[in-house]
């Protein structure tokens, strides 16, 4: 098996490691490292890994590294991209938490070498559809990841980046705790940013007419589960993209909570139409507030999700 190392030196982890490359990984994966800045940088070294017939690529980040490699990959390798292991090493790492990790810092590259060498090293592997967003009006280049957000999500993760991260907590943690507060202040009469009423926005699904009207919140995934139990998601089936869509001012909305987060909706929450949840092949969204996806934020406008594409990761 041939490795590359794409390693972002700047992600939560390792910078507060230090940032160096432990010798023995050095050793290992000799010049087919790269810690690129930049798209353009990114997009060349891997050609260079594939060049070099490599066939697995360690992602030594978060969440956005991983991002970037998927969103750089087709540019390098066209329609037969290699497998990824990821070593966790970002402030976001819910990919991680959910295909397995490595590890991260000098011990997870350390596990990572010692499999390499005694032949483990890709026997365990798991494949995901890969959540690509596409701006038909050239807003924006396509993005592949596997977690979006808008509406309260975009709203949570500013304020989240902007205060609690301060405090330390994770990207997770920090979303997490600011949409508890949003929600709470709410629930008590005392939205005083008007979150509730939600944003403007038009979501498709596959074939069918679409939903119009304001929004409270909107999520897609192409994971199989989140962090901490959550799960707000239900009657996907096997299809690749899984949504929940829920209107402004949901009735019931202390109530439904619990079964919202853990994808258990009630009948009386079905029957509201207001929580919406389901897999899908394609959503046409029309957004006019910013998205978030994999912690990054994209522009608004009419975007389009997809998951025709599947990727390979090497599970520890």
Do not use: C
């Amino acid at each position: 098996m041939t490795l590359g190392l794409i390693r972002n030196p700047f992600s939560h982890r390792n910078k507060a490691g230090g940032g160096d490359l432990p010798a023995d990984a050095a050793r290992l994966f000799g010049d087919l490292v790269a810690s690129p800045d930049t798209p353009d940088k990114l997009v060349k070294a891997l050609r260079g890994f594939a060049q070099g017939g490599v066939g697995t690529i360690v992602v030594d980040g978060g969440d956005g590294t991983v991002r970037e490699v998927l969103t750089a990959l087709p540019q390098a390798y066209g329609a037969a991209p290699p497998a990824l292991a990821i070593l966790a090493a970002g402030k976001t790492n819910l990919i991680a938490a959910d295909v397995g990790t490595h590890g991260y810092g000098p011990r997870g590259l350390a596990g990572l070498v010692r499999a390499a060498h005694e032949g483990t090293l890709g026997t365990r592997t798991t494949r995901r559809p890969v959540l690509t967003l596409h701006w038909p009006d050239g807003e924006h280049g396509p993005v592949r990841g596997m977690f979006m957000g808008a509406g309260a999500f975009t709203r949570g993760t500013d304020l989240a980046n902007a205060a609690i991260h301060k405090a330390g907590f994770t990207q997770e943690i920090a979303v997490a705790l600011t949409m508890a507060g949003v929600l709470g202040r709410a629930l008590i009469g005392n939205d005083s940013h008007g979150w509730l009423a939600g944003e403007g926005f038009s979501a498709a699904v596959d074939d069918q007419p679409a939903l119009e009207g304001n929004r409270f919140l909107f999520l897609a995934t192409t994971l199989n589960k989140l962090i901490l139990g959550l799960w707000p998601f239900w009657d996907h089936g096997t299809r690749p993209l899984r949504f929940l869509d829920v209107a402004a001012n949901p009735p019931g909305l202390l109530g439904a909570l619990p079964r919202l987060m853990t994808g258990r909706p009630s009948a009386s929450m079905r029957n509201t139409g207001a929580y919406r949840s389901g897999g899908a092949e394609r959503i046409d969204l029309h957004l006019t507030r910013p998205l978030i996806m994999d912690g990054e934020t994209y522009p608004a406008g009419r975007v389009i999700l997809s998951a025709q594409d599947s990727i390979r990761f090497v599970q520890p």
